[in-house]
């Protein structure tokens, strides 16, 4: 079932960014938890996508750019906020090709 999956995507995204100490959770977090998904790893490589590559760049990207929270105490990461505009990653949009006549 979708709804589970993406639940459990978004679980595993959670605790990737918890025991890395990062402070805030991140769509990169997201992508890198869907990419072992099965249901979204096979539509992901339907679209074209080098899942290994994908996953390298992602964890690299994360690392180098989500704030941690020094210390040994218990992190509590946050979700960050779509209005906050404080994401260093690169923006993505996306236009539809427009229709052949």
Do not use: W
Not at 27 to 49: F, K, T, W, Y
């Amino acid at each position: 079932m979708i709804a589970q999956e993406l639940e459990v995507s978004l679980h595993m995204a959670f605790m990737d960014a918890r025991r890395k100490r990062h402070e805030f959770i991140s769509v990169e977090h997201l992508l890198l938890a869907m990419a072992d998904n099965p249901s979204a790893a096979e539509v992901l490589r339907a679209c074209g996508a080098n899942l290994d590559q994908l996953k390298k760049q992602l964890s690299d990207f994360v690392d180098e750019h989500t704030p941690t929270v020094p210390g040994d105490a218990e992190v509590e990461t946050q979700p960050t906020r779509a209005s906050s505009g404080s994401s260093s990653a690169p923006s993505c949009t996306y236009s539809r090709p427009a229709r052949r006549k």
